[in-house]
């Protein structure tokens, strides 16, 4: 099924460690985005990319990076992973600025 | 600052009881506001845009309306697989560019 495929699922890594998760889609859109979801404070925005190549910076871009190398493919890198960045990711994409995104299954971090 | 807020936080019915959730936005410029639903322990799922007031759209048992300053999401004779959190987002401009702003949700639970 077309879609966003996020990997890993889940993931625990200790203080310090880096990691990158992946997201990939099949729809040829050319707008892709990363958000976190924490209880009570709702789905935050932490990179985005409207284009192969692009990247800007969300509202918490602090601590991570990313890579639009394909157009396909966005990669959110964490350097050195700390305990406040435990957390549900979710990768979404979209045709453009103003249509609806479509988000992946999502990738459960815990920091410790 | 644009913000999105909803309203109730949690909501219980008996299944066919009809009802609202609100989602009230506070952004200079408004350019559309979404829906989305989310299941537990997945990624949210794209139900509408609105992009200007009077606007309305149905889905199912759904139908999303829109004013100035607020939007609702009526329910009518809601079944139990209309359990989910739904979540309103607007149209914001982060760091000079349009993003999604997310509420915090409202988490609707339909009991048989």
Not at chain 2, 2 to 9: H, L
Not at chain 2, 64 to 81: D, Y
């Amino acid at each position: 099924n077309a879609g966003v495929t996020q990997t890993p699922k889940f993931r625990v890594l200790k203080t310090g460690q880096s990691m990158t998760l992946l997201c990939a889609q099949d729809m040829n859109h050319e707008y892709m985005y990363w958000y976190r979801q924490d209880p009570g404070m709702g789905l935050r925005l932490i990179h985005y990319s409207v284009g192969e190549g692009t990247t800007a910076k969300g509202e918490v871009p602090d601590g991570y990076n990313v890579s639009r190398l394909k157009k396909q493919n966005f990669l959110l890198g964490l350097e050195s992973a700390a305990p406040s960045q435990t957390s549900v990711y979710f990768c979404a994409s979209s045709y453009a600025s103003l249509y609806g995104y479509t988000f992946g299954s999502g990738t459960r971090l815990t920091v410790v | 600052e644009d913000q999105v807020t909803q309203s109730p936080e949690a909501l219980r019915l008996q299944e066919g009881e009809s009802s609202s959730l609100n989602c009230s936005y506070t952004v200079s410029g408004l350019r559309g506001l979404f829906w989305y639903r989310q299941d537990p322990g997945k990624g949210p799922e794209f139900l509408f845009t609105l992009y200007s007031a009077g606007e309305e759209k149905e889905k199912e048992r759904l139908k999303a309306t829109l004013t100035k300053k607020e939007s609702f999401l009526h329910i009518t004779a809601p079944k139990p697989e209309d359990s989910a959190t739904y979540l309103c987002a607007v149209q914001a401009e982060i760091q000079g560019a349009q993003k999604l702003v997310f509420g915090q949700g409202t988490r609707l639970t339909i009991n048989p």
